[in-house]
Nanobody, 112 residues
Framework: VQLVESGGGLVQPGGSLRLSCVASGFTFSRYAMNWYRQASGKERELVAT???????TYVASVKGRFTISRHNNLNTVFLQMDNLKPEDTAVYYC???????WGQGTQVTVSS
């Protein structure tokens, strides 16, 4: 199982970014996917989950600002992040829970 994230970067407060995670090595459409984040000096936090049926859940701090989605034909899960805040600054990781697989992470920095 391999997960490869992309799409991070530096953005001003109020801006947007879209993260992508391309998965391989398993039947992507049959499994849930997660996005986690880890800020410097803090524990890793579950941000959003999408089930194999496409149902999504979010941590309270990102509800209404972040949207998780999946494109099964592309084996890709996305995290659309809008109205970003400085406290969203972290390394964001893609995760497949059943296989316990993680991507390498992508840095998101929200700063003016």
């Amino acid at each position: 199982v391999q997960l490869v994230e992309s799409g991070g970067g530096l953005v001003q407060p109020g801006g947007s970014l879209r993260l992508s995670c391309v998965a391989s090595g398993f039947t992507f459409s049959r499994y849930a996917m997660n996005w986690y984040r880890q800020a410097s000096g803090k524990e890793r936090e579950l941000v959003a989950t999408i089930s194999w049926l496409g149902r999504s859940t979010y941590v309270a701090s990102v509800k209404g600002r972040f949207t998780i989605s999946r494109h099964n034909n592309l084996n890709t899960v996305f995290l659309q992040m809008d109205n970003l805040k400085p406290e969203d600054t972290a390394v964001y990781y893609c995760n497949q829970p059943e296989f316990g697989s993680w991507g390498q992470g992508t840095q998101v920095t929200v700063s003016s």
